[in-house]
Structures are given as C-alpha cells and as structure tokens.
C-alpha cells in the first residue's frame, strides 16, 4: 500500500474523480482505508503521498453521510496537518461542488478566516472562498456583513497581508454575486489587482445591499 501512494496513487484517482469518472469500488475502498489510517501528515510527507487530492477524490465519490463526516472532520486538525491537507478537507465539507455543508460549519470558516497564519494561508483562502460560495444561495445576511466586517477593517491597512486578504474578500463578493458566471465587470484573476485602485465600488455597494 505505501508502495501505491508513494507511486501517486491518491493524484492518479483525483485527475479520474475530477472529470466526472465513477471511482471503481476498490478504489474507493483504498481511500477509506488510506484516510482511516493516516493520522499525521506535514508538507513534506504530503508532497509525495498527495494525501490533499486523496480527500478531494473522496469527497467527489461519496455521499455525506455522519461517517463519512467525520472522516473528514478529522483533517481539520493544523496541529496534525499540513496546510493543503486542511483546505481540501474544508473544501469537501463546504463547497457546492463536494459536499455543501457550508451552513453545519460556519463556526469553523470563522475560525479560520479570522485567523492570520503564513503557514495556513491555503486554508485561509478556502475558507474565505467557501463562505462566498454559501453566501451566493444562501444570501445570508450575518454572515454577509462578517465578511464586510473584515473587508472594512483590511482596507484600511496599507500591509501586504491587508491587500492579500482585500483581494480573497473580493473575490467572495464576486462570488457572492455572480456564482460561477463571468460577466465583463468581473475580474477573473483577483491576484493581479492593484488594490484599492482595481476595487469596483459598485461591487462592494451591491454586497452591502444585499447585507441589509
């Protein structure tokens, strides 16, 4: 088994889940078992195992049921993880996409949104992107005004990391309003604003409405 993930076994099952593939049983079943077993894993070891797109292709193969929850639960864990491993396993429980869980684990995207860590930075972002992602259906109005919250107080920095924030808020308010569609007046790539400059008013204007 360990000969299988070192050969990029998990990688290899993500690129067939992520095009709409069905998993064969077995295959499955090696998730489960790899999942269940690895209870540690920093960036080092996840470079080579890729245990990140091993959770991404289980959260595509399964349904969400309370066991397969918390399975995945467990990576939420940054004192047992590596950075990757914690985004993915966020991303499962709470995007469209996986599983759509959002609305179950408001408690944790807060966490980690408000926490500003340089080695959880991927997690961070996911989480950011998870609750623009809810918000888009949901239009949930405490939660809209959280995230505008914290885009208030990043603008008023001038750091790096404000503008970092400024630009993964923004694009949870595009998400928020336009979902997976592309019109003109959104920007595709947000790391290449210049921020405040780039900053559509009338996004942000659109988002306070809808806060209420």
Not at 10 to 18: H, I, N, R, T, V
Request: charged content about 25%; overall charge negative; some cysteine.
């Amino acid at each position: 088994m360990r000969k299988n993930l070192e050969n990029g076994k998990m990688a290899e099952l993500f690129e067939k889940a992520k095009w709409g593939t069905a998993l064969a049983d077995d295959e499955v079943s090696f998730l489960r078992e790899q999942l269940h077993a690895i209870n540690t894993c920093d960036w080092k070891q996840n470079s080579t195992i890729k245990l990140h797109l091993g959770i991404l292709s289980f959260g595509l193969c399964v349904e969400p049921n309370q066991h397969n929850k918390e399975l995945i639960e467990k990576f939420i864990n940054t004192d047992s993880f590596d950075d990757s491993i914690v985004a993915s396993a966020i991303k499962v429980l709470c995007l469209h996409q996986y599983w759509n869980l959002a609305a179950s684990y408001k408690d944790v995207l807060h966490g980690f949104i408000d926490w500003d860590n340089d080695m959880y930075e991927e997690t961070r972002a996911a989480a950011i992107n998870c609750m623009g992602d809810y918000l888009h259906t949901t239009q949930d109005k405490e939660e809209i005004l959280y995230l505008l919250s914290k885009y208030d107080y990043a603008i008023k920095g001038s750091t790096n990391e404000d503008k970092s924030l400024i630009r993964l808020l923004y694009e949870a308010f595009q998400i928020i309003l336009w979902g997976n569609k592309y019109p003109k007046e959104r920007i595709i790539c947000v790391w290449d604003m210049k921020v405040p400059k780039d900053i559509s008013s009338s996004v942000i204007n659109r988002v306070r409405q809808m806060g209420g």
